[in-house]
């Protein structure tokens, strides 16, 4: 918030509310809520049980330090021996115990008793506290009167946003490729995505500003998108990330035709250096100082916000643990009311275990220490991610090229061939020679590397087949043991399966390194035999 | 994994309730994957953005818990303070535990993870034996009630429910088009014949007669009203003559007491059977609650219904609020079947207690009435069988200014109020916060209906003369509160002149 001073207050965007956002009303239990906070005043009122009927009376939790996992990237560092502490190794991990109490010993101490009783939907007041300090600290918004409110992660919180601002029928825009679930919570308004094509970076801007501008209401079957989702970092499942320049462009195309960000962007703090192969000496580590760390990271869209056309959406189901299913939504204070509106009569306050588990780690750890923990995960993931690629580069023949067109112009792609094997005659018995079976970019945020598979190369091969040849081979892989996610499940129309190209979005994310080198066998396995024979049993 | 209560199947179907939002509503594609992850065991998935479990700063939770091993636990646990016994429920990820935490912690689907849908299919088992029903977990009870709203309701329906009910409810399905029809109530709730009559002359022009009832069976928000079992199975018999769904809100079932007379709710002291224990068809959804038993900061609650409706409401938390929280559901897996949980027993001996202690309180709250209140002569206070409220009758037919005859005056509205009744009560209103008591009136629980199809021959105008009070708080904010009340009530009845703010 460095440069407050200067900034301006958000801009009237009421107009983009929806009707349902409009005939939200407050409900009037919570307007006489407000005569509770008169000083004297006696209750009979509510319906709250007493707190010392709560059957609690302590939560306590054991949480890693903050500098559990080394920043400077080594593999050593990984799943696979935790797993060896796990089992009796002389290195024991150090942790915090941390403690909720029923009922607080000093002023402002969180406790069970508040996190547990009603009331707690906009968040306990120190979460509240921790969560808008971050957010002026590290993304910095470019107006003055921004806001936070928690909710219950991404999924919930862009079903609330869509529906708060779009109507039944509406389009919203986002990537080609985009994440399902966003998808799936507004199909049955009939809350539609329009696509937009993606380079290196994601959502190109030019291709943003032509669809607008080019927009014909009659042809389309509705009005000129007002609102833009997107996945901007680690893009789900392209593995895109975007750059400062660029969430720039879109915003001022944005502004000119004025339309709301919804950024969600779950993977921010995954961000990592790009890839080089293990024979070049690995991929870089980050700086070791977490400040210069995060500040290197590429800005969110709410740096360049001066508007408050923004609603960006964080979780911590990434960085805590998915289950906590909490997050925190950025935007004006306009919006955040009706979100909260929308809130309230559904899912009304996340949980208070995961609100004050969270909030006393957190507390514990302070921001600096949050900072550091998040420094240390995209370590592990930058680790993760290299395994996955080194382990790869083992079962295939790798070859590197510089991309010359389409949605990887300018990337180091990586092609994927069988690799010789036996006397060389071996493969080109079967007259596969180089043909690739697949290509990638090395992400350099996020979970997921998007494979895009050269189906054409498949023996037999006949134009038309691609969706058919995916779920084939997608089928051959479950059937082995390895599941991998069908690239027909991202797209954002059915019609987008381009000639000879199908897709699966690989995570890096979960397995260990064993169970990753298990796949990567299986998966080389069945892929060389598809390719060679894609009909067999 | 599925879990069916029971090995019956209805033969009903019901799929026509479904609005077309849920019809069209397709199944999550990245959850068919997540099921497939479960179905083999060496499976390796690369599919899904699941964080390693050695990434979660959590290793260990632990909750300190009330100890059900004493005969009555909540009184031990009220009156022993920090001393009283507890036990220690562990969800880790290195000791043994009924769900572990790298489980608990992950992505699941929508019905929540199996170990905890289990605990609560078997709960519901042990409480209602329902015929051929499904338990999907939901994040509250206002979330679950929200949820079959979506299920079952089309923009322009109207869903039937008591003519005062809990507005935080009854205000979610505005936004999405649904009306209210109201059903006229009495002490024992709402009235069978009523609904019958509201089916039976159900008028066209409002839409299609409604397919959907919302009700609160016991300890009803705000009247405390409780229905017999006779009137649940006329209720349940309407509901299939008329082909009603039934959304049954219970969030107060453990909470059933004694009659007023004894000393005590004694243990024995049977549950009324629920509406859902009575369902063949499988038009039945109930909405549970660990808020008003245990804390409702957990937000967490469980819809249980037939496998169709199960179904749906899974693809809905897919695409919407996902599975509820993992720490809510590590909680009710070692708390109902982990090694030092109470299980189903302690439970039940938990809630039992509980309502022991309730049973105490509204004791308490009703001889305070008798003296501070009812001793005027202005009001009158229904004894509640079960919940947290009690409704109050304020006498206005006592008062000096009190018109029935608003119809017959020169110039009236013949269909209007026949009582200056609702101005009367937002005077009292006002008087008793200047007096410094909160107390809610009649009128804000009042179903929003259409004027154009309100009841004129006998308006709900007429019927506002109540205030709803809660023996939930302290005893200090009883005793004040009440005396606060009994004063107010005194210098209002004998106030002939009206205030001057109020005047027309």
Redesign the interface.
């Known amino acids: 918030m460095a440069s407050s001073e200067k900034q301006q207050k958000s801009v009237d965007l009421s107009h983009h509310l929806s009707e349902?956002?409009r005939?939200?009303?407050t409900?009037?239990?919570?307007g006489?809520g407000r005569?509770?906070e008169r000083p004297?005043?006696?209750?009979?009122?509510?319906?709250?049980?007493?707190?010392?009927?709560?059957?609690?009376?302590?939560?306590?939790?054991?949480?890693?330090v903050s500098d559990?996992?080394a920043v400077n990237n080594q593999p050593s560092e990984s799943?696979l021996s935790?797993?060896w502490k796990?089992f009796g190794s002389s290195r024991k991990?150090k942790?915090n115990a941390i403690t909720i109490p029923k009922y607080p010993t000093r002023p402002g101490d969180v406790n069970?008793a508040t996190?547990?009783?009603?009331g707690?939907a906009t968040g306990l007041s120190q979460l509240t506290k921790f969560i808008s300090d971050f957010v002026g600290k590290v993304y910095q918004p470019g107006y003055s009167d921004w806001t936070t409110l928690i909710q219950?992660?991404n999924?919930?919180a862009w079903?609330r946003a869509v529906l708060t601002l779009c109507n039944p029928g509406e389009a919203f825009i986002t990537e080609d490729w985009t994440y399902?679930?966003a998808l799936?919570?507004s199909?049955?308004?009939g809350i539609h995505p329009v696509g937009v094509s993606m380079d290196s970076e994601g959502m190109r801007s030019d291709e943003l500003r032509k669809l607008l501008a080019e927009w014909d209401e009659a042809a389309r079957g509705s009005k000129r998108p007002h609102v833009l989702y997107t996945v901007p970092i680690g893009q789900?499942p392209t593995g895109m990330t975007m750059g400062a320049a660029r969430k720039k462009e879109i915003y001022d195309v944005c502004v000119e035709y004025d339309v709301i960000i919804v950024e969600d962007d779950p993977y921010y703090f995954l961000q990592m250096a790009p890839y080089a192969a293990k024979f070049e000496g690995g991929s870089q580590p980050s700086s070791a100082d977490s400040e210069k760390w995060i500040a290197s990271l590429s800005p969110s869209f709410v740096r360049f916000d001066y508007q408050g056309r923004v609603i960006r959406l964080d979780t911590f189901?990434?960085t805590?643990?998915?289950?906590?299913?909490?997050g925190f939504f950025t935007c004006n204070p306009v919006f955040a009311e009706r979100l909260e509106r929308a809130g309230e009569?559904?899912?009304?306050?996340?949980?208070?275990?995961?609100?004050s588990?969270i909030t006393q780690?957190l507390t514990t750890w302070q921001l600096d220490g949050y900072v550091r923990?998040l420094h240390g995960?995209s370590a592990?993931y930058q680790a993760?991610r290299d395994f996955f690629i080194d382990t790869l580069a083992e079962e295939f023949h790798m070859r590197t090229s510089l991309g010359t067109m389409g949605a990887w112009r300018g990337c180091t792609i990586y092609t994927a061939s069988a690799k010789p094997r036996g006397p060389m005659g071996m493969w080109e018995k079967y007259a596969l020679g180089e043909q690739p079976f697949f290509s990638f970019v090395p992400p350099t945020a996020?979970?997921?590397i998007w494979l895009k598979i050269n189906f054409e190369n498949v023996r037999g091969f006949q134009a038309g087949t691609e969706e058919t040849l995916e779920s084939k081979l997608w089928m051959k892989l479950?059937m082995a043991?390895?599941?991998?996610?069908p690239g027909t499940?991202f797209a954002s129309k059915a019609d987008m399966v381009s000639a000879a190209e199908g897709h699966f979005?690989?995570?890096?994310?979960?397995?260990?390194d064993a169970?990753?080198k298990?796949?990567i066998g299986?998966f080389g396995k069945i892929v060389r035999d598809f390719f060679e024979n894609p009909d067999s049993e | 994994m599925t879990f069916i209560l029971s090995d019956e199947v209805s033969q009903v179907d019901l799929s026509h309730h479904l609005s077309s939002?849920?019809r069209?509503?397709?199944p999550?594609?990245?959850k068919a994957?997540w099921k497939?992850?479960r179905r083999?065991p060496?499976?390796?998935?690369?599919?899904?953005?699941?964080?390693?479990?050695?990434?979660?700063?959590?290793?260990?939770?632990?909750?300190?818990?009330?100890s059900v091993e004493e005969a009555d636990p909540?009184a031990a646990?009220?009156q022993a303070g920090?001393s009283?016994a507890?036990t220690k429920l562990v969800s880790s990820?290195?000791e043994p535990c009924a769900l572990p935490l790298q489980t608990?912690?992950?992505?699941?689907h929508g019905a929540g993870l199996p170990d905890a849908q289990r605990v609560v299919t078997e709960l519901t088992k042990f409480y209602h034996s329902p015929l051929d029903h499904m338990c999907t977990l939901a994040?509250?009870n206002?979330?679950g009630i929200?949820k079959c709203f979506r299920l079952l309701g089309e923009p322009g329906d109207h869903f039937l429910a008591d003519e005062f009910s809990f507005?935080?409810i009854t205000?979610?399905p505005?936004?999405?088009g649904i009306k209210w029809a109201s059903v006229k109530m009495d002490d024992g709730g709402i009235i069978p014949e009523d609904l019958e009559k509201v089916l039976t002359n159900w008028n066209p022009e409002r839409g299609r007669r409604p397919h959907v009832l919302y009700i609160v069976p016991c300890g009803q928000?705000p009247t405390g009203s409780t229905l017999s079992v006779e009137r649940r199975r006329q209720i349940y018999e309407i509901s299939q003559r008329f082909d009603l769904m039934i959304i049954e809100d219970d969030p107060y079932y453990y909470l059933q007491y004694a009659p007023l007379s004894a000393p005590t709710t004694d243990f024995s002291t049977p549950f009324v059977p629920s509406l859902l224990s009575m369902d063949v068809d499988g038009r039945v959804l109930r909405v549970d609650s660990f808020?008003?038993i245990?804390?409702?900061?957990?937000?967490?609650g469980w819809i249980t219904s037939s496998a169709l409706f199960h179904e749906h409401l899974v693809t809905y938390t897919?695409?919407?609020?996902?599975?509820?929280?993992?720490?809510?559901?590590m909680?009710i897996t070692e708390l109902l079947s982990g090694p030092n949980g109470w299980q189903i027993e302690g439970f039940d001996r938990?809630v039992r207690s509980?309502r022991a202690?309730y049973h105490r309180r509204r004791a308490l709250f009703l001889s305070l009435f008798e003296r501070e209140v009812a001793s005027t002569g202005f009001a009158h206070a229904a004894v509640p069988e079960a919940g947290?409220?009690v409704w109050i009758r304020v006498a206005l037919e006592k008062h000096p200014r009190y018109r029935a005859d608003l119809r017959h005056v020169p110039g009236a509205n013949r269909q209007g109020p026949r009582t200056n009744g609702a101005a009367l009560m937002d005077e009292l209103f006002e008087r008793c916060?200047d007096a410094?008591?909160?107390?809610?009136p009649a009128s804000?629980f009042a179903l929003p209906e259409e004027d154009k199809f309100a009841d004129t021959e006998d308006p709900v105008q007429d019927r506002m003369n109540y205030l709803?009070?809660?023996f939930?708080?302290?005893e200090e904010?009883?005793e004040?509160?009440?005396a606060?009340?009994g004063q107010t009530l005194r210098e209002f009845f004998a106030s002939a002149d009206p205030p001057k703010q109020l005047e027309l």
């Open positions: 349902l956002a005939a939200r009303a409900s009037p239990l919570k006489i005569l509770f004297g005043m006696i209750s009979l009122a509510g319906g709250m049980p007493n707190p010392d009927y709560f059957p609690f009376a302590a939560i306590s939790g054991d949480a890693l559990s996992f799943s935790w797993l796990l991990e942790t069970l996190a547990l009783q009603y707690t219950t992660g999924t919930d079903s399902p679930s799936a919570s199909q049955p308004w789900n189901s990434k805590i643990a998915p289950g906590s299913r909490l009569t559904s899912t009304q306050a996340p949980c208070g275990f995961g609100q588990l780690l923990w995960l592990q993760r996020g979970m997921f479950a043991g390895v599941l991998v996610g499940y979005r690989v995570s890096f994310s979960f397995a260990t169970e990753m298990k796949a299986i | 939002e849920a069209m509503r397709r999550n594609p990245m994957i497939l992850t083999k060496n499976m390796v998935s690369l599919a899904n953005g699941d964080p390693h479990f050695s990434l979660y700063p959590i290793r260990r939770i632990e909750y300190e818990m009330a909540v646990w009220r920090p009283a507890s990820t290195y608990g912690l992950q992505y699941s994040l509250g206002s979330d929200a507005s935080s205000n979610v505005l936004s999405q928000n808020s008003k245990m804390a409702p900061g957990m937000r967490l897919d695409g919407s609020t996902h599975h509820p929280h993992g720490f809510g559901q909680l938990w509980l202690e947290m409220f916060l410094g008591l909160v107390i809610m804000i709803r009070a809660t939930a708080g302290t904010a009883m004040q509160g009440l606060i009340l």
